[in-house]
């Protein structure tokens, strides 16, 4: 929050102990602020300047909820629910570059999400019992009802060597994902060799290993 103008009450949104510590918890795992200030009232509220865009979205829009990529999350109406989204194998959480845990959203309300690029640059891919593959951490979004996996794309090692292809994210059924031309993960500035990109945490040393022999 930058600045609040009109009769807006604000509160730390923590109702016990206990619920600091749930929030930390998801916080520590999601990339997200383990304390969400609520505001309430009449007036407005003017967030702290970012030099990412931002999506608001219709969360109900998404059926069951929507998964978010780590970090993107930002604010929502109070009605909306925070759950955290569990890999549904070790796969997709050792290699996927999308974490082992991820904030899922449900419930009707909006939600205000932090986005590399503007909302009309965005593809949005809408399955019916069908299969996307991605090669790459460049989903920011995708619905709670999909299943996610990690998988060569050729579906076997051979193969993915012999095509220069490595590991691909795999989203399977019915729902909607959204996906940004390039990935969320800004370079930074090596002073000797310029721009490159740092490794996640969630990709760990055996995503590096397996990506490094997929792709040599």
Request: charged share 15%.
């Amino acid at each position: 929050m930058q600045w609040v103008a009109g009769n807006v009450q604000a509160s730390s949104g923590v109702k016990s102990a206990g619920g600091f510590l749930k929030n930390a918890i998801k916080g520590a795992v999601t990339g997200e602020s383990a304390v969400k200030p609520e505001y309430t009232g009449q007036g407005f509220v003017m967030l702290e300047p970012t030099y990412k865009y931002l999506l608001i979205e219709d969360v109900g829009a998404w059926g069951s909820g929507m998964v978010l990529d780590d970090g993107l999350f930002l604010c929502c109406d109070a009605g909306i629910q925070e759950q955290l989204n569990r890999r549904s194998n070790a796969s997709s959480a050792i290699l996927g570059g999308e974490g082992s845990f991820n904030l899922c959203l449900s419930g009707q309300g909006y939600a205000v999400l932090e986005s590399p690029v503007p909302r009309e640059e965005l593809f949005e891919f809408n399955l019916q019992d069908d299969v996307l593959k991605i090669d790459g951490n460049m989903a920011i979004a995708w619905s709670s009802s999909l299943q996610f996996t990690v998988e060569t794309l050729t579906g076997n090692a051979i193969g993915s060597a012999a095509t220069g292809e490595g590991l691909v994210n795999v989203y399977r059924g019915t729902g909607k994902v959204l996906m940004a031309p390039t990935t969320s993960q800004a370079p930074t500035m090596n002073p000797v060799n310029g721009p490159e990109t740092t490794a996640t945490s969630s990709q760990g040393i055996a995503g590096s290993v397996v990506s490094s022999l997929f792709n040599a």
